[in-house]
């Protein structure tokens, strides 16, 4: 239909221009026809007179010019007739699609983005053996002709009538091919629907171009062209991506047999392809050794040994999404995307150089955190619901039509419905259809297994997810980022992406807000079971929190020791006199993006948030309450090293220096106050670099969520454990809590972080005496009291703690 509608505009374009033109032809005809007329019968009773070879020489210049002038009025496209052909412009200034590569902070290739996936090169970084292989197969008279061998095509013709085909396109015509897709970009004249007509004007576009191209850039230039836009089969598009495809190199490294596999990929990538037709290719690479004898560019000697040497490859097809940090990948991409239109620039194709925050090593490690704990918690899930489904309800009943209606939501099934409207039965047939798939393994990555859409869906959700981020507090420099255990079976992202409820790490905002409002952290408060009458809309509500271990203390402790031990019913005490609206108001300035809801929960992280903002805010308050975006790209170059994007790097003061120390030092007390939920970090290989930690654990009400943010003060970092569902979770806190599950991915980052030499920059203490007064008390240290419910236990069984660590010490005064 496409086709036939731009036939039709066509032809309405050229009636309409004949409405113009035709008047003034039809009054030149009557003007200059009869003067040509007596012209014409003059030059023929000339013609006549003279001797017959006056005759023949008068008939191959008159051939030349009606070739020339049919040449000019193709290439002007005369009347809408031939189809645009490449103009000086486009000639001058070639479009070529080219990959943009994403580079790390440490100078590594974390990955491209590409349609073709094409790396340019220069005319130096190419093989002369891979130049003389071109020239000497493909165009032997290449530095002879000015863009058309007219030799070649004489040769071309006449052995086509002797039944023999071949070929006679220079490189250059090739590279018009290659680069300006002349026989379908660009032949959609009025001619061109005509059969037999369209062939002969695509090659009529191919001389001129080649010609003028011919004009403006110099043989070397010629040749590095066409190396960059050359296809060699495989997704590999230009020499560099060929040499790293095919033979692990570089194209300055390639030698003769190597060149010869290449060139000779160019008469067809399928037939002669060395992974699909190993023999063929064989064959065909040899050819284009003999065609080095031909042209005494090695002797036949040498060309007898090397084809005794068999095609050694080293294959591999380079993807878009290869490599590390694929999630982080995935949401720059959309993350630039706002920029691309404004600026009219194209990741896929403008060969741009994407310099990011992430650090190579430190994505690694982190990568390497998630999968080795995440390894862990799923064996422990698998056995802890060995027997049953984990998608159960609160009545631990299985929850209904839960495969059902994940199932809905597929495209299977979508196309299942358009196919079989008014036959249920047949959808359900094929839902339940085993047939070989590939599904998510630890072990090896990935295996296949004969499912049905409904047991893949049964399988893929008994899986535990997971992300992780880092970031560096000073400047927002995001430092490495994992979206989830696996890319290739879960692409959406849940560092920024995914929205979960945060937990007890919500209780930041909390004890921020309250500190705004004059209290400190050696205010004491009573563990006491609370109620918060509210309305919710028009009707009235009772909320009545509990502690994690179902019960309250009953006497007073300091905000520092109920922050660190988690206890909700002070936290939730704070709030009352604070009030969720101010909780919100600091939540948003701290650095948390996502509309809060104005309830009583909002205070223990009912509300939605991401693990970026939720890791940022906590970055707010280490940078002495100022306040930066997140960080993922440093600079963006053109493909002539230009820069055209720089990060605004704007810091803003959102509370004071004082809050934010305070809030700190609370921090710091998970790992040193008695019952600390951070506690389990000291099992951890973290501590002999010289090096201060903080940090706090949330956990959801039902296990459904477990994070853990760490702070230390140059590098911060957290981690989300959680079900795809919601409802798929761990069932006790002893297995499901934030300390258990996302606090070893912490510990495991950090510990090799911290052993790497080139990232010793992260080492560091907190200052122990601060750049301002401080007027309220943060020093105080909580006793263990005798009675063992001076402690939640559970949260003592969290950590591992060493006996050289002190649990209680006597009070000191603040600096």
Not at 221 to 248: C, E, P, Q, R, W
């Amino acid at each position: 239909m496409k086709r036939l509608g731009t036939l039709s505009e066509l032809i309405k374009n050229w009636r309409e221009t004949l409405k113009i033109y035709l008047p003034i032809i039809w009054e030149f005809m009557k003007t200059w026809f009869g003067k040509f007329i007596s012209w014409r019968k003059a030059r023929y009773a000339r013609y006549r007179g003279l001797v017959w070879y006056r005759k023949i020489a008068n008939t191959i210049l008159t051939l030349i010019v009606l070739f020339l002038i049919y040449l000019f009025l193709v290439d002007i496209n005369f009347l809408w007739l031939f189809g645009k052909s490449p103009g000086l412009r486009s000639i001058s200034n070639p479009n070529q699609s080219s990959a943009s590569i994403i580079y790390t902070s440490d100078g590594q290739v974390l990955g491209k983005y590409f349609r073709e996936n094409r790396i340019p090169v220069t005319y130096d970084e190419i093989s002369p053996i891979l130049i003389r292989t071109l020239v000497s197969t493909e165009d032997v008279r290449f530095y002879q002709h000015f863009g058309i061998d007219f030799q070649g095509v004489f040769a071309a013709i006449k052995d086509m009538t002797r039944g023999r085909s071949r070929g006679a396109s220079t490189i250059t015509q090739q590279l018009v091919k290659n680069m300006y897709k002349t026989r379908n970009q660009y032949s959609t004249g009025l001619f061109g629907y005509i059969p037999g007509l369209k062939l002969i004007i695509s090659k009529t576009k191919e001389w001129t171009t080649a010609v003028k191209i011919e004009m403006f850039y110099s043989k070397k230039d010629i040749l590095t062209m066409y190396f960059n836009t050359v296809d060699f089969g495989s997704n590999a598009f230009g020499i560099h991506t060929a040499a790293k495809t095919y033979f692990n190199t570089t194209p300055s490294k390639l030698n003769y047999e190597q060149s010869a596999t290449l060139v000779g990929l160019l008469k067809a990538t399928t037939s002669y392809s060395p992974i699909a037709h190993p023999v063929r290719s064989m064959e065909r690479r040899n050819v284009v050794l003999e065609n080095l004898v031909k042209q005494k560019v090695i002797s036949q000697q040498v060309c007898d040994s090397l084809k005794q040497i068999p095609i050694r490859l080293n294959f591999s097809v380079e993807q878009s999404y290869d490599g590390r940090a694929l999630h982080f990948r995935a949401y720059l991409e959309k993350y630039l995307q706002e920029w691309e239109q404004e600026n009219g620039y194209d990741i896929y194709s403008d060969g741009l150089k994407i310099y990011v925050t992430i650090d190579s090593h430190m994505q690694k490690y982190a990568e390497e955190a998630v999968n080795r704990q995440m390894k862990s918690v799923q064996k422990k899930f698998n056995d802890h619901w060995r027997g049953q489904n984990p998608w159960q309800d609160e009545n631990h009943k299985d929850i209904v039509n839960f495969v059902e209606d994940i199932a809905k939501k597929t495209k299977a099934y979508a196309s299942l419905s358009a196919r079989y409207k008014e036959h249920p039965d047949s959808i359900k047939y094929f839902l339940n259809k085993p047939h070989k798939t590939k599904v998510f393994d630890y072990d090896s990555g990935e295996k296949e297994m004969s499912l049905s859409i409904m047991d893949s869906i049964r399988y893929m959700n008994r899986f535990m997810h997971s992300s992780f981020v880092a970031m560096e507090p000073e400047t927002g420099n995001v430092k490495a980022w994992v979206g989830d255990i696996d890319f290739k079976f879960w692409q959406y992202d849940k560092v920024a992406q995914s929205k979960r409820q945060p937990g007890s790490t919500f209780k930041l905002f909390d004890y921020t807000a309250a500190f705004m409002h004059g209290m400190s952290p050696c205010d004491k408060m009573t563990d006491r079971p609370v109620t918060w009458d509210y309305k919710e809309g028009k009707n009235n509500k009772s909320w009545n929190p509990r502690n994690a271990n179902g019960y309250s203390l009953g006497y007073a402790v300091s905000l520092k020791n109920a922050f660190a031990q988690s206890i909700n019913t002070i936290a939730v005490q704070v709030a009352q006199i604070i009030g969720i609206p101010e909780i919100i108001k600091y939540a948003h300035l701290l650095g948390i993006k996502t509309p809060l809801e104005n309830q009583p929960s909002t205070c223990l992280g009912s509300s939605d948030v991401s693990l970026l903002e939720l890791v940022n805010s906590f970055g707010t308050v280490i940078n002495e309450g100022v306040y930066h975006d997140p960080i993922m790209i440093t600079r963006i170059e053109d493909k002539d090293g230009k820069v055209i994007y720089e990060p605004k790097t704007e810091q803003k003061r959102v509370i004071p220096y004082e809050v934010a120390w305070l809030m700190t030092e609370m921090l710091k007390g998970g790992m040193t106050e008695p019952g600390g939920t951070s506690r389990a970090l000291w099992s951890w290989d973290i501590f002999r670099y010289n090096t201060d930690f903080g940090g706090k654990t949330g956990t959801s009400s039902n296990h459904s969520d477990a994070w853990f943010v760490g702070v230390s003060p140059k590098l911060i970092g957290g981690a989300w454990v959680g079900g795809e569902q919601r409802c798929v979770h761990f069932r006790t806190g002893e297995l499901g809590q934030g300390s258990r599950t996302a606090l070893p991915i912490f510990g495991m980052f950090m510990e090799k972080v911290l052993k790497d030499e080139s990232l010793k920059r992260y080492r560091g203490k907190f200052p122990t005496k601060p750049k301002e007064p401080i007027s309220r008390n943060y020093s105080c240290t909580t006793y263990l009291r005798p009675d063992s419910t001076a402690v939640d236990s559970s949260a003592l069984n969290e950590a591992d703690t060493p006996e050289d660590v002190p649990l209680s010490d006597e009070p000191t005064t603040k600096e």
